[in-house]
Structures are given as structure tokens and as C-alpha cells.
């Protein structure tokens, strides 16, 4: 019979700092293999991540145990002390609470006396806190010093911009890379000095097939098809890089923790600038007027706020429904808008476009019905997401366990019966050959499921995970998209073409909205333009009480334009006068019964004195002021 796994586990990351001596590797070999033999643990097998963190779990040799774990040929993990499994709490207690008992896969943590069949574990979850918080001060502690550096004039980015290479290998040293400067040079000539505007510019690198930045420098994620792919926001992005006039620009951005990855801009005046560091592809009076130049445009191309001027808010999550191509921002007298790059660059797709405003309006009201729903009926989520799955694959596990059970008794039978002649030699052969050949199946069946349910496992927990996370939120963190927002719960969003011909702005149309590690839940969440009647009575009241509440302020309220907003209004079977009349008719009540004079009422109506009630009254309700006044009261 084969003689299952006792695994030893060793982490070492160099953020273990002081306790370097302690944590290395072959302390923890000699330490696990100790303790193995000291306690009548046989067949040894080592795992070792040498150089990992424990806040990432995407370690080769964790991964290939876990799979191990997975296969069945594991039965205990031995481990210096559960800070070597992993130092984020949840997702080790996941692990060692949730998945690794399925398995029925024992974990000890040998210097911390953890036991995971000992019922004497209380102290474990606190533990586990200590460890995150343990990685939590080490990261601060890099970030800290990577400050020092950064404050010193020390370059902190891992690699050259475009125009430029390392000296002998050293990234804080850059010198000039002739071969892509020269191109460089180009673009900042053809802007400033021949007046090409930078889509011209992208479509004169294409066209003479010039590689693109990261084609040329070799990086990973660039793909064939894209070699020659320069667009706006390439050329734009390279035009505003300070570091080509030579200078160290540190600080752009920010980490959101140590647990994400993901970075976030940090506003210009912030960043800290170190002149004259490195040999300089652009003179500084031909930089500066290319920046005079940028802003020109912008000014003159623009004019939302400066929230809205911020081109990374959905950057590099939009996608096409249609061809799967990314949407990139635009602006149109003043609009700014979104669509299929596709159809922009090489005018093939359909014109798939979206407004900025739209496109916000939408997915705040889709991260808050997702709060409300993860909030109010956690368990509809979880059902979604596969959390049933689990509960019926648990019972199929069951089911066979309890058939393999009955098989093994049976079997015992049958050869009790053959012993004791109680049956021929040929019916013995008969049943025992049937009862092994279902066996045999089940066990095959067993493992394929074992197999699924660990998989709906990992899944789960990572779902679980961002629940979590959107729970934490407070209802009030809603009332506004921020940036932090969109990085954090929204991996991409894929948008479709609007449903009709006279739809372009404001008709309905898929946009399916996905979250990390929940994915796309669209159907637990209605994702919708709200019509435009809707969206004018969220808007009118206030409109009404500054008194302007016409149709071109309401269309520029709603970001729209008044046509589009019309023509909306059509398609919907009204018109803006008839909503207006609805939302008066709806603020007249509520003042009546808040027992509100008609001094009182008339400025909430968005009329300049109370006459214009009275005319109000007698056109648009039927009847006079007095009269609607009693009827509301009475039906009170």
C-alpha cells in the first residue's frame, strides 16, 4: 500500500530581515527533518520557495504541494511556524480551516506548537494577525527606504524609458540609446516644430512601421499583432515625460497597500524632481513649450472639471463588446467620450462610443446596488458564485463514500461465503469482479471530484475575500466614483453598441461590469442607462430651487447633449415639460404635507413669486391652489 507524504515546507523571503540566521532555509530543512523523525514522521518530501514573500501564495513549490494535496498523496504538512505557510490571516485560515481538512491533510507548525488536529488551537487566528502585521511593518520599512532613496535624487523606476538604456546594468544609471532617442526626437520635432497633431504623429509611426516603446525594449506583454500599435495616449504619454530634458522625476505614483499591487497616480505638484541627473534627449525650452503647447490644446478641447479631465480613470479597462478591443478616450466640442479603438485607428469595427458621463453614472450605480446586494443578501452572491456547487459535490462525495463502504462489506462477505462454501467458486468470481470493476469507477469518480471541489475551493476563497472587502465599505464611500474605487472592485468593463438605430448616447445596451474574483455578475445586478425621465427628476430639484431648470442646463447636468436628451425623451414617450410638470406636481405634494406655506412652496417650484403657483395649479392639476391643497390634506 502506498505510503502517503509528509511534506516540509520552507519560505525564506529577504524581508525577513534580523531574522535571516533563523529562517534560512537549511535551518528550516534541518529543524522539519528533526522533528519528522522525533516523531515518527516517514517518507520526506521538501518544498522550498526561496525568495517569496508570504503575502503572495502564487509560490511554485506551495502551488506544486498544493496540488499534491490535491492528488491525495499528502498527508501532513510540517511546517518551522505557520509565518512560513503564509502571512496574510485569511487566506491561511482559509487554508488550513477550509481546504486542507477536505483533504484530510494535517498541518503543524513546529515552533509555535500549532497542531491543526489539536482542538487546543485558539490562539492561532491571533497568531496570524501577527504575522500580516509582521509583513505589513516590513513593508513599510521598504517603502520607507525606497523613500530615503527616492528623496536622495535616486531613480526609482526598474527600467529606462524609451530613449534611453542602462549603464553596465545598473537601473539608478541611464544613458542615451541613440537608435530609439532619434525617434524621440521625431516626435517632440513633429509636434512642436511641423504642427502634426498627435494622432497624425501615431498614424505616421504605424504607417512606417516603427515599433512601439515596448516593442522595441523587449517587454514581455507585448504581443506580434501589436508591433506597430501607436495611438494617442502612447504618443501624449511620451510627450510629457520630464526625465527626456534629463531630469530624476520620483513619486508618480502610489501603492494602494502591500496586499494590491495596483498604483495609483499622484498629482503633479507632489512629485519630486532632481534636475540635470542623466544626458538629455530634449533641450528644456523645447520641453517646456511642448508642455505650454499640451496644455493649449487641453484648454481649448476641454471644459470639464478637473476631475474629468483625468484620462486614467477607466484606463485600460474598457473593452469593446463587438471585437474585444480596448475603448480609448476622445473629446468632441467639449465631450469627453469613449470608443472602440478599433474603429479608431484602423476603421474597421463599428463606431462603438460612450460618454464619460454616462459610462460613470452607470458603473456607480452598479458598485452601489452590488454594495446593497453583498450588504442585504450575501447568501444570492454566494449562491452565484458556486457556493452550491461545493454543497452538492460534498454530497456526491458522500454518496460514493458511503457505496465504496457498502462495496468493501459486501466483499467481505462474498469471501466469508467462498471460505465457508457457501457459494461456487465461478458465482464468487462473478460478483467479486463486479463489486471491484463499480469500485474501481468510483474511485476514479471520486477523485475527479475531489479534484473539482478543491478547484471551486481556491475560487471561492477568493471570492470571498473581495465580499469581504466590499462589505467593509460604509454605504456613504458610494456616493461618489473615486479612482481608488474603479483600481480596487473593477477588473474591466465590457460595453456593447446601443439597441437602435437613434441610440447613440442614451439608449439601452449591455455593459457587462466585472469585479475581481467575482467576475461578471451582471444578472444579479440590473446594468442599465436609467431612462432619461429618470434621470431629469433626480436632477430637477435642485435645478428648480437655483432656477435653471431649462432644457439646455439640464442637458449639460446630465452630460448629454439637448438633442440627444430630446430625442431620448421620445423614445421614452414624453417630453421634458411633461417630467417637469411630474416633479413639481411631486415637490407640491411633499410640501403640503409637510404643512410648508405657499411663501414656502413657491421657491422649491422654481418660480419667482406665488402667483406663478396659482397659474400652476389651474393649468397643470385642474383645479385651483386651495382646492389641490385640501385634496392632499384629506387624503393624509
Known sequence: MYEKITALYCRYSHDDGQEAENASITHQKALLKEYAENNGFTNLRCYVDDGYTGTNFNRPDFQRMMEDVENGIIKTILVKDMSRFGRNYILVGQYVELVLPQHGVRVIGVTDNYDSYSTENDLFAFESIFAEMYAADISKKVTYAKHTLGMN?????SRPLYGYRRVDGDYTRWEIDEESAKIVRMIFDMFLNQDMSINSIAKYLRTNKIPTPNTYMGYKYTTVNHSYDWCFQIVKRLLGFQEYCG??????????SYKIKKRLPIPKEDWIIFENQHPA????????????KLRNIAKNSFSQSNEMKNDTFFRNKLFCAMCGGKMYRGSEKGSIYFQCRTYQVYNSCISNYITENDLRRVVLDYLQRLYTTVKSDKNTIISKLGFDDIAEI?????TVENRLNEISRILKQVYEQKFHSEISDLQFKSESETLCREKEGLLQFLSNVTAKRSTLNKENMSAVKMLDQISSYSESDFDVLTQEMVDTLIEKIVIDKPMGQREKNYGKRIIDIYVYELGNISNLIDVRFKPFSVRIKEAAPQLLLERRCDRANMALELGTKKSSMVSGLAEEHTNFQTVIVEVRKEILIDAIEKGLTIKEIYPLLGYPETSNVYWFSKRFLGMTFNDFYDKIKNEM
Open 281 to 292: 534627449i530634449i533641450s528644456r525650452e523645447d520641453f517646456e513649450r511642448t508642455q505650454e
Open 394 to 398: 460534498e454530497k456526491q462525495i458522500r
Open 247 to 256: 531630469d530624476t522625476v520620483n513619486f508618480k505614483t502610489k501603492q494602494i
Open 153 to 157: 535624487g535616486v531613480k526609482l523606476k
